[in-house]
């Protein structure tokens, strides 16, 4: 990956983690509907970050073949 790309990738890798360390803290806490919410936006957001990934990851495959 060049440079850029990288840099986007670790970047979004960061955010999984804090992320992924946000609904560690949801599991043992109480479950408020404000808390269910933001839990559910949570996902939400793991999901783009992991498409945007992916369409990173392709982006790369392409550019090496060309």
Not at 36 to 47: D, F, W, Y
Request: charged share 40%; no cysteine; aromatic share 2%.
């Amino acid at each position: 990956m060049g440079g850029n790309e990288s840099v986007q990738v670790l970047t979004l890798l960061k955010e999984l983690s804090v992320l992924k360390e946000l609904d560690s803290e949801y599991e043992t806490g109480s479950k408020t509907e404000p808390e269910r919410e933001a839990h559910r936006l949570r996902l939400q957001k793991h999901q783009e970050i992991a498409e945007e990934i992916k369409a990173l990851a392709k982006q790369k495959k392409n550019d090496d073949l060309s």
